[in-house]
T-cell receptor
Framework: GEDVEQSLFLSVREGDSSVINCTYT??????LYWYKQEPGAGLQLLTY?????DMKQDQRLTVLLNKKDKHLSLRIADTQTGDSAIYFC???????????FGKGNQVVVIP | EPEVTQTPSHQVTQMGQEVILRCVPI?????FYWYRQILGQKVEFLVS????????KSEIFDDQFSVERPDGSNFTLKIRSTKLEDSAMYFC?????????????FGPGTRLLVL
């Protein structure tokens, strides 16, 4: 079955890079996602990576996938105060409706 | 930009009472979901719904839960007799179903507190 693990808290200075990590267990995962949740808001899809890719860059976001270690990371370059939020990684498998989420990682950006 | 909406944003209820959580998915979407997050824990899948029937449900989604699409726009989650452990944030999500990458779009959630 799916199990997704994340560390819980990260503080970072504005302008620095932040890296959030996630491990997963289901080797049949097809897509891996990063969602962002700001206070009082829903889960906003930030980016995703298909399991046959190692890296994906999307403006300030870089996703790295290590399939051997089942490790996913999200790097946010030039972190801004608006990046303060909880970040969830999630996985899905082909033909499977459900998303399996990690516990989330709270990022606090210090001005 | 279209978005998923949920009402109410907060609900407080007594143990044993029935609650109905409401969602309006994105209008041309075909697949609908409920997830929940107990405080401090992971977001957990409850159920998916397609073509007016449940397509998948988790072990959490027992007989006290039901879902319905009563009209063309609403998607509801009913908890028949609430327990203390049902206190959680409940998220609704929808996805298109028209092919391609099928990302799920989430609503802001309903925070349910059972006393």
């Amino acid at each position: 079955g799916e199990d997704v693990e994340q560390s819980l808290f990260l503080s970072v200075r504005e302008g620095d890079s932040s890296v959030i990590n996630c491990t997963y267990t289901d080797s049949s995962s097809t897509y891996l996602y990063w969602y962002k949740q700001e206070p009082g808001a829903g889960l906003q899809l930030l980016t995703y990576i298909f399991s046959n890719m190692d890296m994906k860059q999307d403006q300030r976001l870089t996703v790295l996938l290590n399939k051997k270690d089942k490790h996913l990371s999200l790097r946010i370059a030039d972190t801004q105060t608006g990046d303060s939020a909880i970040y969830f990684c999630a996985e899905s498998t082909y033909g499977n409706n459900r998303l399996a989420f990690g516990k989330g990682n709270q990022v606090v950006v210090i001005p | 930009e279209p978005e998923v909406t949920q009402t109410p944003s907060h609900q407080v209820t007594q143990m044993g009472q029935e609650v109905i959580l409401r969602c309006v998915p994105i209008s041309n979407h075909l697949y609908f979901y409920w997830y929940r997050q107990i405080l401090g824990q992971k977001v957990e899948f409850l159920v998916s719904f397609y073509n007016n029937e449940i397509s998948e449900k988790s072990e959490i989604f027992d007989d006290q839960f039901s879902v319905e699409r009563p009209d063309g726009s609403n998607f509801t989650l009913k908890i028949r007799s609430t327990k203390l452990e049902d206190s959680a944030m409940y998220f609704c999500a929808s996805r298109g179903g028209q092919g391609g990458l099928e990302t799920q779009y989430f609503g802001p959630g309903t925070r349910l507190l059972v006393l």
